[in-house]
């Protein structure tokens, strides 16, 4: 029911107008002079009021200005009663916000018109406010529902989504297969840097991902995430075969390249998989679940999908216990240096030792460097690492000199990311002076990696390091990325064969003619060869005849620690 307020000093006029009101249904209050009429209107905001201009205390004009001033008053429909009919008196009063003026004396039904008509007009105008604040609030729904740069859905919109369908799937003995899809770029474009443009290469993903839902959908949103991947949920499926199925469709698909202002954009995508019921509840775990799996293939396998597993979460935390535990185990002494001589058949004397650590870590025991040293590259910790590992290997070798022991060379691994250092050569340098190591015993191992870069770079670095005496070789010959034109152009003082190779060489053809042409290679550059990784007596037979002489491998003896080291050699 709609209250009036009643604002009038005159006693009579006052009760006929409630009397009035109130046989129309209205509910009706009453003051008797501005400043109480003030106070009413503050304290009951009534839907309408009807005031007398000429009042005591405070008149009709200076109470409109105040309530028109105030935020819960300021919208009250307000008729002034006047007995003034003077033109400018009214235009006054509606200047200052009334709505409408009645002039005394009035019949009751021209007060009734004028009460209807205010309410009318409110009620378009309510009518109207109320459409407008709709469409605003449909606006703010999509505009926090999706990613202001891509237009697409974001994950507000992918958490409602399968809040909604879990049950049914969950009910239907189904699942809800999570796709997170990573991006990589193969060629880097200027243009990537732009974040713009990289917003509109998703959008176009995207798009390209829903071409999928034709004929039939099996894509039921795709989702933009503030880490740039893109995230899908499918439709319910009975089973992960049809899982595995799109995600194979849409590396496919992805696998097309791009046109994206007028460039070619060729991208590899990494998919985790996570299923809703099997793999997590929620989807805050399910993302979570999908992106260790990417972070976990990522580095291998390019342009591949992965369903999530639990030992992923075992090997990822692993990884960051390892991760969190490098710069104290360098202080606990937790790091070891094992070596493993290097033979040569034809005098059966030892030519050489490789370094190669080891980690006696507290919790996990000896842990191999094929499982930390990766890491320690992901993490920048290898710099710090590497150069102990100098240090160290100068002195312990030093030790062994000293006693007589070690007059051959010693073999360090270097990782690429020290190689590219910028002061590299001045840094090892550096190292084998404090540690007063002769340099002509020393030899870096470098992996074929190393020559993806600057290759100009690479030469100057070799030459400089050849300038001071210390040697190089290449590692795992044959497994990476092998060129002849390197091999040419570099003086290195060995090849490294890798054991891919070596294994069962006596027994396999195709690898005896791989080792020929490699030793006929070497010859030809006038490069020594070192066989890795030899283990049986018929390797090493077959080695020795194809003039393959120096032999390092689990035959003549494992990697060994230091006392042990000394052993081999006093037997020798
Ligand atoms: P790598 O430099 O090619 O080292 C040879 C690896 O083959 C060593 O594994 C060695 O123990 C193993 N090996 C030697 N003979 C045999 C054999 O007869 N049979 C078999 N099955 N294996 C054999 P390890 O010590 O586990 O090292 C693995 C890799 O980790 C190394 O490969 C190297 O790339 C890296 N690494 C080891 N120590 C260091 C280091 O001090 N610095 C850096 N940057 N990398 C290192
Ligand atoms: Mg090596
Ligand atoms: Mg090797």
């Known amino acids: 029911m709609n209250t009036i307020l009643i604002i009038e000093d005159e006693p009579q006029i006052r009760k006929n107008i409630q009397q009035i009101l109130d046989l129309e249904g209205f509910s009706t209050i009453t003051a008797e002079d501005g400043l109480e009429g003030l106070d009413m209107a503050k304290k009951h905001q009534p839907d309408m009021i009807i005031c007398d201009v000429m009042m005591p205390n ?3 004009y200076g109470l409109i200005e105040v309530l028109r001033q105030k935020p819960f008053t300021a919208n009250i429909p307000f008729i002034f009663l006047t007995a003034k009919a003077e033109n400018s008196d009214l235009r006054q009063g509606m200047e200052l916000g009334a709505d409408d003026y009645l002039i ?3 019949k009751a039904d021209e007060l009734i018109r004028a009460i209807s008509t205010r309410f009318e007009k409110r009620q378009v105008l309510t009518q109207r406010y109320k459409t407008q604040i709709e469409q605003m609030e449909s606006e703010i729904y999509h505009l926090v529902r999706h990613d202001s740069l891509t237009g697409l859905p974001n994950q507000l919109f992918l958490e409602e989504y399968f809040n909604q369908n879990r049950l049914q799937a969950y009910n239907q003995n189904q699942f809800l297969p999570l796709l997170l899809i990573d991006i990589d770029f193969v060629y880097h474009t200027q243009l990537l840097f732009k974040p713009s443009f990289k917003h509109l290469l998703l959008k176009d993903i995207a798009a390209r991902l829903n071409e999928l839902n034709s004929p039939d959908p099996i894509i039921d949103s795709i989702c933009y995430l503030q880490t740039d991947q893109l995230a899908l949920l499918l439709k319910p499926v009975q089973d992960s075969q049809v899982t595995a199925d799109i995600a194979q469709q849409i590396l496919a698909n992805l696998s097309k390249p791009l046109i ?7 991208i590899q995508a990494t998919i985790g998989i996570a299923c809703y019921p099997n793999d997590a509840l929620q989807l805050g775990e399910l993302l979570t679940h999908a992106e260790v799996t990417i972070e976990h293939y990522k580095l291998d396998h390019t342009h591949s999908y992965h369903f999530y597993n639990p030992e992923i979460l075992d090997v990822i935390f692993r990884k960051f216990i390892l991760e969190s535990d490098f710069l104290q185990a360098i202080e606990k002494n937790e790091f070891l240096l094992y070596y493993q001589p290097q033979i040569n058949v034809q005098t059966g004397k030892v030519v050489g030792v490789e370094a190669l650590i080891r980690w006696q870590h507290p919790e996990y025991g000896m842990v191999s460097p094929a499982e930390f040293i990766p890491i320690a590259e992901q993490t920048g910790f290898i710099l710090p690492l590497g150069e102990w590992i100098l240090k160290r290997a100068c002195q312990q070798l030093k ?4 006693e007589g022991l070690a007059n051959f060379k010693l073999a360090v691994n270097i990782s690429p990311d020290q190689f590219t250092q910028e002061n590299f050569v001045q840094h090892i340098n550096d190292i084998i002076a404090s540690e007063n190591f002769n340099p002509d015993l020393l030899e870096l191992e470098l992996t074929e990696t190393v020559f993806i870069q600057d290759i100009e770079l690479v030469k100057n670095k070799i030459n400089e ?3 001071y005496g210390i040697k190089v070789s290449i590692d795992d010959f044959g497994t990476g990325y092998s060129s002849f034109k390197y091999l040419h152009e570099f003086s290195f003082s060995h090849l490294k064969i890798d054991r891919y190779f070596i294994s069962n060489v006596d027994k396999i053809e195709t690898k005896q003619s791989i080792l020929k042409s490699i030793i006929q290679l070497a010859n030809t550059l006038k490069v020594d060869i070192v066989a890795e990784g030899v283990e049986t007596n018929e390797e090493v037979n077959w080695l020795k005849q194809n003039n393959c002489d ?10 060994l ?5 000394k052993v081999f ?3 020798q």
């Open 465 to 467: 390091l050849k300038n």
């Open 561 to 565: 620690p230091i006392e042990n080291l």
């Open 550 to 559: 120096v032999i390092q491998g689990y035959f003549f003896s494992r990697p």
């Open 58 to 60: 405070l008149d009709g």
């Open 569 to 571: 050699l006093l037997a």
């Open 399 to 402: 030790e062994l000199q000293a």
């Open 104 to 106: 005394k004396p009035f």
């Open 260 to 266: 994206v202002n007028k460039q070619e954009i060729v």
